[in-house]
């Protein structure tokens, strides 16, 4: 009995879902202003011509690609632009220095030799495409004879095949010199990263590579075999892209890489930060510069006194920082293992004690001091206070006049 499992629903369904996850990935890099600019556009770039990809053999399985026939061939050219996003989206996660040369346009050879082998399909009109659209839904084997205008599909599977192949063996290359040349950072979070996200990109290769070659050689002589030798690849596409999309939208860094903000120098004994030397991470284990970023924030946050606003945010907080908001969550989650709500709240609490401390605020009431402080309540105030210290702020006082 011949094994046939996914069928055509579940590879459906699993190449849909992954279409989706990444088209809310590249939704939310246009719609994000802060980052760093070529990690963004890169990402993009290699998501979007996934999506694509991914929507041609939803369109051909499902056997509806006759109702948006362009799809068929419209989109090719941006198969070609998958390849070197994901070179050079390891390349400057790894030196984030790099600047683009002349030279690197070559990267887009294969993208305009694509242009160039579907001008014959994009004059032919709509007429031309709903015939390869219906020929293609009725007989799949048809689709590794397509006449290109330079050459037929088959030979177009095999490059793209080479030009994956190549392009992921040069990331792996420069991320594993990366770790030769630096062997201390070998543990960088970073680096962690781009291990996760090439192994992923290594699955999606082998896929691709193995339907691709199935595509132009074997699919006239295999039909029978179509489920076992082209879907299961399908499938395996559609779950490692929605395994990494999914990792990045948790990980807002990793789409962005550190937002760009003038890091101010930290002396080492962090005066003003009183409460916070104690959760650093080991240095080993977190790339230095968000650890910076993490302990600029806080800095900032306390030499001005931003928390005595009693309506400070995290979202006010990421418009002083032009910083977005859950970049901030995840660097102060990851980095001071707080979160800024309790960061705040400790800000307030030290600032309270300080006052209570002070002679010259004896006059005041609790309430007032709580107010002083950031808390826009006295109950607030209170809770707070006891969850921190142990004790409510009529005691602590007390205890202020006992000594």
């Not at 990267?107 to 020929?135: C, F, K, M």
């Not at 559609?238 to 395994?243: A, F, N, Q, T, V």
């Not at 903000?261 to 962090?270: H, M, P, R």
């Not at 004690?353 to 109950?379: C, H, P, Q, V, W």
């Amino acid at each position: 009995m011949i094994f046939v499992i996914p069928k055509d629903t579940s590879v459906i369904v699993m190449l849909i879902t992954a279409v989706l996850i990444t088209f809310i990935a590249c939704g939310t890099i246009l719609i994000e202003k802060n980052g760093n600019p070529k990690l963004k556009w890169l990402m993009f770039a290699m998501f979007w011509g996934i999506i694509n990809y991914h929507l041609v053999h939803v369109f051909v399985i499902s056997g509806l690609i006759g109702n948006v026939p362009f799809l068929l061939r419209g989109f090719a050219p941006f198969y070609y632009i998958v390849q070197p996003a994901i070179y050079f989206y390891v390349v400057i996660n790894l030196d984030e220095n790099y600047n683009f040369s002349k030279i690197d346009l070559l990267h887009l050879i294969p993208a305009v030799y694509a242009i160039i082998d579907n001008l014959d399909y994009y004059s032919g009109g709509p007429q031309h495409w709903q015939y390869w659209a219906s020929t293609i839904s009725t007989d799949y084997t048809k689709i590794a004879n397509y006449p290109g205008t330079l050459m037929k599909a088959k030979y177009n599977f095999v490059l793209r095949v080479l030009l994956y192949v190549s392009y992921t063996l040069f990331a792996w290359r420069n991320y594993i010199r990366s770790i030769q040349l630096n062997s201390e950072i070998k543990s960088q979070f970073v680096l962690k990263w781009l291990k996760l996200f090439l192994i992923v990109i290594s699955v999606f290769v082998v896929s691709v590579a193995y339907s691709s070659i199935y595509n132009s050689i074997f699919i006239s002589t295999i039909t029978v075999h179509s489920n076992l030798f082209l879907k299961i690849p399908l499938f395996v596409t559609g779950l490692s892209i929605i395994i990494l999309a999914t990792y990045i939208l948790l990980n807002p860094l990793l789409l962005y890489g550190l937002p760009k903000i003038n890091y101010k120098t930290i002396a080492d004994n962090e005066k003003s930060l009183p409460n916070f030397k104690s959760f650093k991470n080991d240095t080993d284990e977190v790339d230095n510069k968000e650890f910076i970023l993490a302990q600029t924030i806080i800095s900032e946050i306390n030499e001005k006194q931003l928390y005595l606003n009693p309506e400070f945010s995290i979202a006010m907080a990421a418009n002083h920082f032009s910083i977005p908001s859950h970049h901030i969550s995840f660097i102060l989650n990851n980095h001071i293992k707080k979160s800024f709500p309790d960061i705040i709240c400790e800000m307030r609490i030290d600032h309270s004690i300080k006052l209570l401390k002070d002679n010259s605020n004896k006059k005041y009431t609790m309430e007032a001091i709580g107010n002083f402080s950031g808390f826009n309540s006295r109950t607030t105030y209170y809770v707070s206070f006891k969850k921190i210290t142990g004790i409510s702020p009529n005691v602590y006082f007390q205890n202020l006049k006992l000594n």
